[in-house]
DNA sequence: CGATGATTTGATGGTATTCAAAGTCGGTGG
DNA sequence: CCACCGACTTTGAATACCATCAAATCATCG
């Protein structure tokens, strides 16, 4: 069941068995990359679709002058580049947080999938839709709330996101990223990322350390991050 | 031809004429709104889509401190809201900048659409996300690059998007918009947004004032703006 | 156990925000 | 037609936030 998480954190209320069984079948295969490992090069023409089975990914750009972007955070049971089916190439690049494994799914095989089943199309497209609402969030931290803030809000929107795929110990998970990766995800330097880290957890907010986070009050870290799933689309 | 510019900005090269006029056919009538008008508020469910036929649209957010990200600038030939087809509702919302028309497109018909033709799925998912692309590379711009680089590659993008349906003429074009509003689709204060506007101005890059944009000199604002129009897939 | 990469801390400077006020522009109504 | 009004633009001064530079400490791993 390669797809068995992808369908539980998209609540898909009633899939027939029909398409739930072509959505499987439609895998031409599984892989795997070792941490720190780049999958997909920006502007590279591809030619299939990735499942993330298992570890973490990121999907970022490098800027000319060193910087870099992490533009999204994929976690197992996302589609990692399902845009890529119409858009045939990407314009960032993506790499392997840990060592993961992945199931390949060829455009031709999607583009099947949707010339069978309006609902399966739905579906397909709506994740890629979801993944754009996030793309949004983050530009709504990025660019006006404070560094603590944005912190906060991505520890918060990740506990949400691996708690759907059952990745979540009670007030703690994984997330097995650096400062660094932290920092560039929410636009900020590695020095100040560390200090703000330091800052909610001296507030009793979240701690973070060597890739586990650590809830210390869920209420006050929503409250604290402004933070609101909606954008989620889990219902 | 109410999805004449549509079709345009995508650089379709082949949609069948069967598909074409389907497309054409699919719109329910059109509407229009006076300028500042919201048009979509977040959460509400929706039941069809909206496609810009003239003037400026937004989408943004409010924060609960006032605040306001502006998450997109759509313009003529832009599908603004497709992405509620699958999503079945907004998590921001969309207003008119300008007076604006525009054609609707119930959900049933875009079902209707993509149970005829997988070409046609395929330009239409493809559109929303192009739109997705835009919202990364404002991750990247807010994120990473400096005030005014930000606005410069602000004006850079309006440029090309404009241009693709014939709404720039020669080095200049309108961008009927506020500062107040390049401020809050930039994550900047419009204090500063008119500071960094001015120094746009004195470097000889580019001037905006009351909603026009002139070029001055496009190879050095490309140049400051570190402009590459990949993320638009315009070819 | 050195080597490498990550985290932490300090000092300093630059960028952007905030607060405040004056100036400009269009539009409206007297 | 012009005075007035509100929204936007522009400027100044003080401050806050975040970046930069530098160096020390801490892990982890070959």
Redesign the pocket.
């Known amino acids: 069941m390669i797809t068995r998480l992808f369908l539980q954190s998209h609540r898909v209320p009633a899939l027939s068995a029909d398409d739930s069984a072509a959505l499987e079948a439609a895998s031409s295969g599984t892989a795997s990359f070792a941490a720190r490992r780049i999958m997909v090069r920006e502007q590279t023409p591809l030619d299939k679709c990735t499942l993330l089975l298992s570890g973490f990914v990121e999907r970022y750009k490098d800027m000319p002058d060193g910087r870099r972007q992490i533009l999204a955070i994929h976690v197992p049971g996302d589609f990692v580049d399902l845009h890529s089916y119409p858009l045939k190439r990407l314009e960032h690049s993506v790499a392997a947080l840990t060592p993961v494994t992945v199931a390949s799914f060829p455009h031709d095989a999607v583009r099947a999938l949707t010339e069978r089943s309006a609902t399966l199309t739905e579906l397909l497209w709506r994740s890629t839709l979801i993944d754009a609402a996030i793309n949004r969030e983050w530009i709504v931290s990025i660019g006006s709330r404070?560094?603590?803030v944005r912190l906060a809000h991505l520890f918060c929107e990740m506990f949400i996101r691996l708690g759907c795929v059952g990745m979540t110990r009670d007030a703690e998970f994984d997330l097995p990223v650096?400062?660094?990766d932290l920092a560039d995800a929410c636009?900020?330097?590695?020095?100040?990322a560390?200090?703000?880290?330091?800052q909610l957890r001296e507030r009793g907010l979240v701690e973070f350390?060597?890739g586990l986070v650590q809830i210390l009050d869920w209420d006050r870290l929503r409250d604290f991050a402004e933070f609101d799933p909606a954008y989620l689309f889990l219902t």
Chains 1, 2 share one sequence.
């Open positions: 404070g560094a603590a650096t400062q660094i636009g900020l330097t590695a020095v100040h560390n200090r703000m880290l330091r350390r060597q």
